[in-house]
DNA sequence: ACTTCGCTATACAGATCGGTATACTTAATT
DNA sequence: AATTAAGTATACCGATCTGTATAGCGAAGT
């Protein structure tokens, strides 16, 4: 996948030349707004844990809110990548694809999100004025389209309200988990979304 | 209600001596922590905001994470206190009250929480550690209890996966309403809610 | 051979951060 | 009449913030 362009992409292009350099910075700065929070990490604690001068951090992304956008644009590309390999190789049928989704989210959050969705957080940090903002609300879009689509698939004429509904499980299962409401939010997820999936309006 | 000791009430007591200058300073927090995220807002801009010495504010809160507290605590307050009253004048069967917390909510994000739940988007910024992080997780835990209960008189010896699933529609509703994924997220939540009354276990 | 690229090292700028200190005023309490 | 509480005004502290400047180094490309 080429930048931001590919089955999984959005309209947001890579700005960045990816050198090592550049790598470790990204790498520090996913770990570290993903645990504490975008405004309570600097440049100088990123530079640090990459190993980096802050020379390098500002030649490669110019300033903090770009980096800011390609941390968020990069978890967008991986998770986008990793749930696309796991409906393409679900059964055809677009209810088994519709579960695959959940169990994606499921094994991707376990893997990757213990204090829930990284959008959702950074959202409660940024404005819409902010570049990054965008990237948010066009992930959230996407799985809300993906969801739409393979619904009315399977409930043709209720795509639209069956897409959201599936949502509202998704997103409810990501802060359930991640503030640890309840331990398994994410398996009860999978499991309400077959429900409905079977009964169409149940 | 004497502090956070009612029937709404947490563990967590009131530090503070809510002078009319204190009043300014926490309606003004409570305005931009909600806005523009906590590590965001600076106590000079919140004691600016309030009409108010910085002194002022220091010698009500001590800190500014026990305002950070007080914020979260208050906001706790209200939204509690509001909510009962409306369980309280819904008719007695449990169905009916639990629909009376989707509505409840409904009516309480249109009017206060046009980004989202508070106390999801402040846990996205603040860790274990912070003296507020068991305000967000009480309150969550608060409202599961809640549903937990009432599901439990409705369908019972199933009150506990019930109850999560109400939770699931609820934190998601917020999470779809605050990111603008969709705009009819509170009353779909509602209708999902109803729903799941009927059937049990559609 | 010369230039460009990616990088280190260090120092610095101006602003803002949370928090404190000092001195004064005003109103209510005792 | 003396004290206390709640407040203003202002100045300051050290730390941290985002971002820039200067100088140099090694490897790769032309």
């Not at 520090?28 to 190993?51: K, M, N, P, S």
């Not at 770009?66 to 390999?85: C, K, N, T």
Request: charged letters at 25%; proline letters at 4%.
């Amino acid at each position: 996948m080429d930048g931001r362009t590919g089955t999984a992409g959005t309209a947001t292009v890579r700005r960045v030349t990816l050198t090592p350099g550049a790598r470790r910075v990204l790498a520090a700065a996913e770990r570290l707004f993903y645990d504490r929070g975008i405004h309570a990490v600097g440049v100088d604690t990123i530079a640090a844990e990459a190993g980096v001068t802050k020379k390098t951090l500002y030649d490669r992304f110019g300033s903090k809110d770009q980096l800011v956008v390609e941390y968020l644009a990069g978890r967008d590309d991986r998770w986008r990548a990793f749930l696309i390999g796991r409906i393409d190789t679900a059964p055809p049928e677009p209810a088994a694809r519709i579960v695959a989704i959940f169990e994606a989210s499921r094994d991707w959050t376990l893997a990757n999100s213990a204090k829930g969705c990284s959008f959702v957080n950074a959202h409660a940090e940024i404005g819409p004025e902010h570049p990054a903002h965008t990237v948010i609300t066009e992930e959230k879009r996407w799985i809300l389209a993906l969801c739409t689509r393979l619904a009315g698939e399977h409930f043709p004429g209720h795509g639209e309200r069956l897409g959201r509904e599936l949502m509202l499980l998704h997103e409810g299962s990501l802060v359930a988990y991640g503030l640890t409401i309840f331990p398994d939010a994410l398996d009860l997820a999978t499991d309400r979304a077959r429900a409905l999936l079977q009964t169409g309006n149940a």
